[in-house]
């Protein structure tokens, strides 16, 4: 029901954009909260940030500073954006839906930060 989508490829110091699509419904559905994760290869889960059915948004204080999510052009799509991407944002990026406490993941999608 997730669909995470993006270059697969990012060169360093351009901003890396990914949009999730959720067909499970709406973003704006209430109590409901979509959150952005990653996996750099070889290392463990990383949380980037969620955005709430009301569109507030948080994020991990070591990427707050160039990570945004929003909602997208579309009901039932958001988008991350973080700029200044290093070769340290090489992962699987991963949306993640909370219904409740409840988590539905999407597939993930490979991006590699190179020259």
Known sequence: QLRESGPGLVKPS???SLTCTDSGGSISTQYYFWNW???????GLEWVGRI?????TSYNPSLKSRASISRGTSSNQLTLQLNSATPEDTAVYYCVRDEWGYEFWGQGTQVAVSS
Do not use: D, V
Request: glycine content about 20%; aromatic content about 6%; overall charge positive.
């Open 37 to 43: 994760i990653r996996q750099p290869p070889g290392k």
């Open 14 to 16: 351009q901003t890396l």
């Open 52 to 56: 709430s059915y009301s569109g507030g």
